[in-house]
């Protein structure tokens, strides 16, 4: 924390995997590109990114709780696999550094523990992912 206003985070976050089934005749949009599957077959795309970033919290210090808000930059790789037995429609690799931003609530429990419960969209080239998230942070 650099001021009772103004804090500094480094964040890293595994969005896990998420699958894409598209059916034959069938069309999705990914990063501003409209493709129809139209290979006989139901494509079938898993989806793995990761973040590592730093960000900036503006923060309201309350007594009860601390409203933030959050913006950052974050590298990010990104990977759709596609089965063996699936048609390859979506198949690639990305990577790249762009913003993300955020908002929440800090609980404080003891003086350098907080719970935490915020709201963050993260930017990956045209595509977005936003995630809610419940944790712990400890201040130093």
């Known amino acids: 924390q650099l001021h009772k206003l103004i804090s500094v985070e480094a964040q890293y976050a595994n969005f896990g995997d ?6 034959n005749g069938a069309s999705a949009t ?26 900036v919290l503006l923060t309201v210090p309350l007594d009860v709780v601390r409203p933030y808000l959050k913006f950052g930059l974050h ?10 037995s699936g048609a390859n429609l979506f ?14 609530v800090s609980m404080p429990v003891i003086e350098a523990l907080s719970i935490q419960v915020e709201y963050e969209v993260y930017d990956f080239g045209d595509d977005k992912m936003s995630m809610a998230s419940a944790g712990l942070s400890y201040r130093f």
């Open 18 to 23: 998420v699958s894409l089934v598209l059916p």
């Open 30 to 55: 990914i990063g501003g590109t409209t493709t129809t599957n139209s290979s006989g077959a139901t494509a079938t795309t898993n989806v793995e990114a990761e973040s590592f970033g730093f960000a």
């Open 75 to 84: 590298s990010w790789d990104t990977k759709r696999t596609v089965p063996s």
């Open 91 to 104: 198949a690639t690799e990305g990577s790249g550094t762009d913003g993300y931003r955020g908002l929440g």
